[in-house]
Every structure is written in structure tokens, then in C-alpha cells.
């Protein structure tokens, strides 16, 4: 089912793009097991949809990877670093906070809720992390903020705040302030679902363009199978936990091996 | 009107003490500010043993009396501790600061956590340190439902402040006190419900200041959240043209 592992997963591409490799990763919320010994790479640069039933742990993935929860066990590679070991003799010991902060530098991540900062404008926001944590020069900043938000159609709003603006505005200042640190690979999570209908196509327009750039790997969560169909490179259905089934989004979709992924298919279509 | 006021020379001595009570007020207020943001914040701590001072602190700066406290302070200490010079008014300070600094870090930390979690998430998403996300994305939101109950929190200070003249600080009560002795004794005669009335006012008057620059704070903060107008092409940097 999955590619031999002397495939370059790990690691990056010649563009920068960074890999991930998951290993006998668990995660359980008080009795609730939410990830069960999860196994799953990402090449550098590779696009890969996750898609799966509410509750199957879709968030959860991108979650860990983000460092916004700690996995029970397992291990996690990203662009060829452990994210939550070092190095210790023959081994590997628990992270020390600097090493997670500086294996995190390489990850981004765009929420369904966006999360923009609202006592600052479009542009502050997108500075914020370049300033602060990559030690750019204001101008410097503020330079490649505006370029950024030009890309995302949004330049005009420089000066606005989140509270100013559409819900797909706000997405797309959010993938902007995401971009510009750099990102060797982008986790999304739904991030069109909390948008009117109307809005969703200016978002998915934003990660077309990310996509075709191909400077960072892309992990995204979406119900939005037609675009999935469109822009990745892989499927990957999840249930309970773990993959169900991947391969190229045209197999999966019209072809599900699994009985699970039919019915979720099919009652995704339906609605 | 002429019958409301007092003397001249009695408004000097008023005047006097009013420098007093804002000078206890002004260094209650900082020491009071710093406290409550770090103790507020060490409530949340990540180490136990923080969050353990900190409630510590709380409780007992919540829990005794501010007379009480500035007793043990103000003359308690400097007399255990054989200080005689120690400055009353510092003194006096820290007590009231310590005090609203009990209060001030339950405010901190209630606001603190009614900032969404999301946006702690972004910040580590960002990858900004413990520091940072704390300086530059939570305080900043928290600010706006701290300066409130800030602002009713420093007029009770002020009003905290008159209990310094039990220890012997020359505060607008306390000059109050003063002309009231020599209405009584000498040949002042004016009556006691004018001086009174004379102090009110002056508490009165500073309690609306407190409260007028905490409404420009509040709206200056206001501001930063509201944003500003749409860019016409004119205004962007050439790079995007
Ligand atoms: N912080 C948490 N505390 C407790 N339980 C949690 C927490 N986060 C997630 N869960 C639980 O873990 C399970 C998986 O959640 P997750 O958000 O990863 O699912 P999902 O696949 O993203 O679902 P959805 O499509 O609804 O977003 C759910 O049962 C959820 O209730
Ligand atoms: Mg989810």
C-alpha cells in the first residue's frame, strides 16, 4: 500500500520543501484514542489530502505535527529532524523546548478559525513572526508583507483589522501571515469550512497558487473534494485513527477499495 | 459662594496633602500594576511551584485588612527591624501597592484566560517564545478587559490612601484633620460641614481624573482593534503596483 521506505521521505527537495515522518504515533484524550500507532510519511513537496468521518482524528494529526499536542508515543521526522526527540548516545531522548522551537521554525500551519491577531492590522499581523522570531528588519518585513498580501489579493487592506473583514478575507491574511515565515511544509485544517459558501472559492484559489509554487509541502484537511481531486497528490482516508486507505485522489474517490471509505463518500456527495 | 470656601492658608495645607495622596497613589499604583501582571501571570505558570507563590500571595493580600496591613508595614516592620528612618510614605506605598497587587493579579489572570485559546495556538504556530505570545498577542487583548475593573480597582486605592494619616502622613485627610484642630482651638470659625465638603470635592475631582484617563486608555486600545481605512493604489509601497 505505501511506497518502500528508501523513498526520500524524509528530509527536503531541491525547492526547500520539507518531508515528515510518522512512526508508531499514539494519542489518546482520556480513554478516548484518537491516533492508534498512526504510521505516515510526506515527501518533501508532496500535496496530500486527508479526508475522513467526523471524530477520526483528521485535526489531531496536523495538531501534533504542529506541536500543539504532544503525542502519547512514536515519533515524528519533519524535514529530516525529530520533532519531539534529540539525538542521545545510540538513541533519542526527549526534546528539549529550544530543539522543538527550531525543528517548528520549518512548520506552518492555517486554521479553520483563522486565529488572526485582532488588535493588529492585516499587516502587523503578517510582520509579527518575521520580526520577532526571524529577526527581520521592519522595512524588510513590511516589504514582504505587502508582496504577500498583494499574492492573496489583499494589499488594499494593509491597514485593516481582522474585525474589518470578510471571513475570506481573514483566511487569506491568515495564509499570508503563514507564508511569511517561510514555511518548509503547511498544515491547513478545513480552513474553508467556517466561510459562507460564497467566499470558499477566493481561499481555494490562494492554495491553488501555493500549490503550483511548490516551495512547501502541503497537509490539508477539506471536504472539499473537488478540489482535493484537483491539487493533491495523494488521498488519505482516516478512520479511528489510523489510514485507511491512500493513493492518487482519482483512485481513491472513484475507486474506494475500503467499504468505510464508500460510505463516507458517498455521504459527503450527498450533502 | 463665599460661604462654601475656606482660607486661603487652609487650602494650602489641603493642597500640600493632596501632593501627599497622589505621590502614595502614584507608587501604590506602579508597584500595584507590576504585581498584579506578575503574579497574575504566575497563576497560570507551567511550574507548580509559581502557581503556588502566586495564589499565596493572592489569598493573603486579599484576605487581610489594607488598615491591618499598613500597620504591620508602615510601623510594625521598621520597628522589628530597628529602621527608624524608613520613609513612612514609601512605606505606606507598598502596603496599598501590595494590596491592590492581590486584587490586580485575579483581574490579570481572569482576563488572561478569557482570551481565546486560538490565539495562543497561532502564536506557537508562529512559533513566537513563552514571552512573546504573552507581550505581544495575549496581554494586549487582555488589556482591554483588565482596564475596567483597573480603573475601580485605583479608586479604591485612592480611597485606600486616606488611611495613611493613621500612620501619621500628611495626606489631604490628614491636613483635614489639622484644620479641623485649629477650627476647634483657634479663632477659625468656619464651620466643619464647609471643610468636609471642601475634602469631598477634592477626592471627588481626582476620582473623575483616575476615571477620565482610564477612559482614554480604554479608547486609545479601542482604536487599535477598529483598524483603519482601505488603501488606495496611491498608497501602496511600489513593490506591489
Ligand atoms: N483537546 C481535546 N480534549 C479531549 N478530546 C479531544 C481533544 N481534541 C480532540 N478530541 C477528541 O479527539 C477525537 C478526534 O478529534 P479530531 O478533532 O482530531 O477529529 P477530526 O477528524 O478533525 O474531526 P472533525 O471532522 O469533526 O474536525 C474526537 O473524538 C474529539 O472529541
Ligand atoms: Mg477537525
Same mark, same amino acid.
Given at each position: 500500500? =505505501?511506497?518502500?521506505?528508501?523513498?526520500?521521505?524524509?528530509?527536503?527537495?531541491?525547492?526547500?520543501? !520539507?518531508?515528515?515522518?510518522?512512526?508508531?504515533?499514539?494519542?489518546?484524550?482520556?480513554?478516548?484514542?484518537?491516533?492508534?500507532?498512526?504510521?505516515?510519511? *510526506?515527501?518533501?513537496? &508532496?500535496?496530500?489530502?486527508?479526508?475522513?468521518? =467526523?471524530? =477520526?482524528?483528521?485535526?489531531?494529526?496536523?495538531?501534533?505535527?504542529?506541536?500543539?499536542?504532544?503525542?502519547?508515543?512514536?515519533?515524528?521526522?519533519?524535514?529530516?529532524?525529530?520533532?519531539?526527540?534529540?539525538?542521545?548516545?545510540?538513541?533519542?531522548?526527549?526534546?528539549?523546548?529550544?530543539?522543538?522551537?527550531?525543528?517548528?521554525?520549518?512548520?506552518?500551519?492555517?486554521?479553520?478559525?483563522?486565529?488572526?491577531?485582532?488588535?493588529?492590522?492585516?499587516?502587523?499581523?503578517?510582520?509579527?513572526?518575521?520580526?520577532?522570531?526571524? @529577526?527581520?528588519?521592519?522595512?524588510?518585513?513590511?516589504?514582504?508583507?505587502?508582496?504577500?498580501?498583494?499574492?492573496?489579493?489583499?494589499?488594499? !487592506?494593509?491597514?485593516?483589522?481582522?474585525?474589518?473583514?470578510?471571513?475570506?478575507?481573514?483566511?487569506?491574511?491568515?495564509?499570508?501571515?503563514?507564508? !511569511?515565515?517561510?514555511?518548509?511544509?503547511?498544515?491547513?485544517? &478545513?480552513?474553508? =469550512?467556517?466561510?459562507?459558501? &460564497?467566499? *470558499?472559492?477566493?481561499?481555494?484559489? *490562494?492554495?491553488?497558487?501555493?500549490?503550483?509554487?511548490?516551495?512547501?509541502?502541503?497537509?490539508? *484537511?477539506?471536504?472539499?473534494?473537488?478540489?482535493?481531486?484537483?491539487?493533491?497528490?495523494?488521498?488519505?482516508?482516516?478512520?479511528?485513527?489510523?489510514?485507511?486507505?491512500? @493513493?492518487?485522489?482519482?483512485?481513491?474517490?472513484?475507486?474506494?477499495?475500503?467499504?468505510?471509505?464508500?460510505?463516507?463518500? @458517498?455521504?459527503?456527495?450527498?450533502? | 459662594?463665599?460661604?462654601? #470656601? #475656606?482660607?486661603?492658608?487652609?487650602?494650602?495645607?489641603?493642597?500640600?496633602?493632596?501632593?501627599?495622596?497622589?505621590?502614595?497613589?502614584?507608587?501604590?499604583?506602579? #508597584?500595584?500594576?507590576?504585581?498584579?501582571?506578575?503574579?497574575? %501571570?504566575?497563576?497560570?505558570?507551567?511550574?507548580?511551584?509559581?502557581?503556588?507563590?502566586?495564589? %499565596?500571595? %493572592?489569598?493573603?493580600?486579599?484576605?487581610?485588612?489594607?488598615?491591618?496591613?499598613?500597620?504591620?508595614?508602615?510601623?510594625?516592620?521598621?520597628?522589628? #527591624?530597628?529602621?527608624?528612618?524608613?520613609?513612612?510614605?514609601?512605606?505606606?506605598?507598598?502596603?496599598?501597592?501590595?494590596?491592590?497587587?492581590?486584587?490586580?493579579?485575579?483581574?490579570?489572570?481572569?482576563?488572561?484566560?478569557?482570551?481565546?485559546?486560538?490565539?495562543?495556538?497561532?502564536?506557537?504556530?508562529?512559533?513566537?517564545?513563552?514571552?512573546?505570545?504573552?507581550?505581544?498577542?495575549?496581554?494586549?487583548?487582555?488589556?482591554?478587559?483588565?482596564?475596567?475593573?483597573?480603573?475601580?480597582?485605583?479608586?479604591?486605592?485612592?480611597?485606600?490612601?486616606?488611611?495613611?494619616?493613621?500612620?501619621?502622613?500628611?495626606?489631604?485627610?490628614?491636613?483635614?484633620?489639622?484644620?479641623? /484642630?485649629?477650627?476647634?482651638?483657634?479663632?477659625?470659625?468656619?464651620?466643619?460641614?464647609?471643610?468636609?465638603?471642601?475634602?469631598? %470635592?477634592?477626592?471627588?475631582?481626582?476620582? /473623575?481624573?483616575?476615571?477620565?484617563?482610564?477612559?482614554?486608555?480604554?479608547?486609545?486600545?479601542?482604536?487599535?482593534?477598529?483598524?483603519?481605512?482601505?488603501?488606495?493604489?496611491?498608497?501602496?509601497?511600489?513593490?506591489?503596483?
Amino acid at each position: 500500500m =505505501s511506497a518502500p521506505d528508501t523513498t526520500p521521505y524524509t528530509g527536503t527537495n531541491g525547492n526547500g520543501a !520539507a518531508g515528515v515522518r510518522m512512526r508508531g504515533v499514539n494519542k489518546a484524550f482520556g480513554t478516548n484514542t484518537v491516533l492508534r500507532e498512526l504510521d505516515l510519511d *510526506v515527501d518533501p513537496g &508532496e500535496r496530500v489530502v486527508i479526508i475522513g468521518p =467526523s471524530g =477520526s482524528g483528521k485535526t489531531t494529526i496536523l495538531r501534533v505535527i504542529m506541536t500543539l499536542e504532544r503525542p502519547d508515543s512514536g515519533t515524528i521526522e519533519v524535514g529530516g529532524r525529530q520533532l519531539y526527540h534529540q539525538p542521545a548516545g545510540d538513541g533519542l531522548k526527549p526534546a528539549s523546548e529550544k530543539h522543538i522551537r527550531s525543528v517548528r521554525s520549518d512548520i506552518g500551519m492555517v486554521f479553520q478559525h483563522f486565529n488572526l491577531f485582532p488588535h493588529m492590522t492585516a499587516l502587523e499581523n503578517i510582520m509579527l513572526a518575521p520580526v520577532k522570531v526571524h @529577526g527581520q528588519s521592519k522595512e524588510e518585513a513590511r516589504t514582504n508583507a505587502f508582496e504577500l498580501l498583494d499574492k492573496v489579493g489583499l494589499a488594499h !487592506a494593509a491597514n485593516q483589522t481582522p474585525g474589518q473583514l470578510s471571513g475570506g478575507q481573514k483566511q487569506r491574511v491568515a495564509i499570508a501571515r503563514s507564508l !511569511a515565515t517561510k514555511p518548509k511544509i503547511m498544515l491547513f485544517d &478545513e480552513v474553508t =469550512s467556517a466561510l459562507d459558501p &460564497e467566499l *470558499v472559492g477566493e481561499v481555494l484559489n *490562494v492554495l491553488r497558487d501555493i500549490a503550483e509554487e511548490g516551495k512547501t509541502t502541503m497537509m490539508l *484537511v477539506t471536504h472539499e473534494m473537488g478540489f482535493a481531486r484537483e491539487v493533491a497528490d495523494r488521498l488519505v482516508m482516516f478512520d479511528h485513527g489510523q489510514v485507511l486507505e491512500s @493513493g492518487p485522489p482519482a483512485d481513491v474517490l472513484d475507486n474506494p477499495r475500503e467499504a468505510r471509505t464508500q460510505e463516507f463518500l @458517498g455521504a459527503v456527495r450527498e450533502h | 459662594m463665599d460661604g462654601l #470656601l #475656606l482660607e486661603a492658608n487652609q487650602y494650602r495645607l489641603l493642597r500640600d496633602g493632596a501632593w501627599v495622596t497622589l505621590q502614595i497613589l502614584g507608587l501604590a499604583f506602579v #508597584l500595584g500594576v507590576v504585581l498584579s501582571l506578575v503574579v497574575g %501571570v504566575g497563576r497560570l505558570s507551567e511550574r507548580r511551584w509559581v502557581r503556588g507563590i502566586a495564589l %499565596v500571595y %493572592v489569598e493573603f493580600f486579599r484576605g487581610i485588612s489594607s488598615i491591618v496591613l499598613l500597620f504591620i508595614v508602615a510601623i510594625a516592620i521598621p520597628i522589628l #527591624l530597628g529602621v527608624s528612618q524608613a520613609s513612612i510614605l514609601m512605606l505606606g506605598s507598598l502596603a496599598l501597592g501590595a494590596n491592590m497587587g492581590g486584587y490586580g493579579a485575579e483581574i490579570v489572570r481572569g482576563s488572561i484566560q478569557a482570551i481565546p485559546k486560538g490565539q495562543s495556538e497561532a502564536s506557537i504556530a508562529l512559533n513566537l517564545s513563552n514571552t512573546q505570545r504573552l507581550r505581544y498577542v495575549v496581554l494586549p487583548q487582555a488589556l482591554r478587559i483588565i482596564l475596567p475593573p483597573f480603573g475601580n480597582l485605583t479608586i479604591e486605592i485612592l480611597k485606600g490612601t486616606a488611611l495613611v494619616s493613621l500612620v501619621g502622613l500628611a495626606d489631604i485627610t490628614q491636613a483635614g484633620n489639622f484644620i479641623r /484642630q485649629q477650627q476647634l482651638f483657634g479663632d477659625a470659625g468656619t464651620d466643619r460641614t464647609i471643610l468636609f465638603l471642601n475634602i469631598l %470635592v477634592i477626592y471627588f475631582v481626582l476620582a /473623575q481624573i483616575i476615571n477620565g484617563l482610564f477612559r482614554l486608555a480604554e479608547w486609545r486600545l479601542e482604536k487599535r482593534f477598529s483598524g483603519g481605512e482601505h488603501l488606495t493604489p496611491l498608497d501602496l509601497p511600489e513593490a506591489t503596483k
